[in-house]
């Protein structure tokens, strides 16, 4: 069946360092969700691409899609402290409607 | 607006026993999904919904239910519950727009199973 991992499993950075977190997907998704969870609460949607290279920015973060539309990334410029979490990539694959979660990666924030 | 509200918070069970565990979402969401994570698995898909009175398997179903009876409501049901089955449960629900299925989360229950 379908399978993402998720690399990292844990980041430890100082304050101001830039962060990377890839998502690799066994099959070619139909689009692909990012979600951050804080310590002790829920995931919290981040963001969604859904074209071939797709390259979306939110402030500091940067998220991409892959051409083969199998993997992806979350970049982090210059982490703050609000940054801790785990973050989760969500893949889908076309005709489906549910979404393979990935491993998450870990990230804790050193100031 | 509640958004995605899950019923009860925590729970202790023994093994052997029955319980159902409750979601309710006030946004007219299509879709729902019912998620449990242990530490360093991330969330796994147990079952999911399509629809009012529609259900359907996700990576995980074995020992769970599920029904749909109303489109707001979504329970998970544990038949005789196993130590296996402790998990952090998360609900969560989507709108089916444009292409757009963005999953919004219910707080979690915390089950432990002895």
């Known amino acids: 069946g379908q399978q993402v991992m998720q690399i990292p499993q844990y980041q430890h950075v100082q304050e101001g360092e830039d962060f990377t977190t890839y998502c690799n997907s066994s099959?070619?998704?139909?689009?692909i969700q990012w979600y951050k969870q804080r310590p002790g609460g829920h995931p919290v949607f981040l963001i969604q691409?859904?074209?071939?290279?797709e390259v979306k920015k939110q402030k500091r973060l940067t998220f991409q899609f892959g051409e083969a539309k199998k993997n992806s990334s979350l970049h982090i410029t210059a982490t703050q402290t609000t940054d801790v979490g785990t973050y989760f990539c969500?893949?889908?694959?076309?005709?489906?409607?549910?979404?393979?979660f990935g491993t998450g990666t870990r990230l804790k924030v050193l100031a | 607006n509640a958004g995605v509200t899950q019923t009860p918070k925590f729970r202790v069970l023994k093994t052997g026993q029955s319980m159902t565990l409750l979601c309710a979402q006030d946004?007219?969401?299509?879709?729902m999904y019912w998620y449990r994570q242990d530490p360093g698995m991330g969330l796994r898909l147990i079952h999911y919904?399509?629809?009012?009175?529609?259900?359907a398997k996700g990576e995980v179903p074995d020992g769970y239910n599920v029904s749909r009876l109303k489109k707001q409501n979504f329970l998970l049901g544990l038949e005789s519950a196993a130590p296996s089955q402790t998990s952090v449960y998360f609900c969560?629900?989507?709108?089916?727009?444009?292409?757009?299925?963005?999953?919004?989360f219910g707080p979690g229950t915390r089950l432990t199973v002895t």
């Open positions: 919904s399509v629809g009012e009175g529609t259900t």
């Open positions: 099959t070619t998704l139909s689009n």
């Open positions: 969500a893949g889908r694959t076309s005709g489906t409607y549910k979404y393979i």
């Open positions: 969560a629900s989507s709108y089916v727009g444009q292409g757009s299925y963005e999953q919004y």
């Open positions: 946004m007219n969401h299509e879709y």
């Open positions: 691409l859904v074209k071939s290279g």
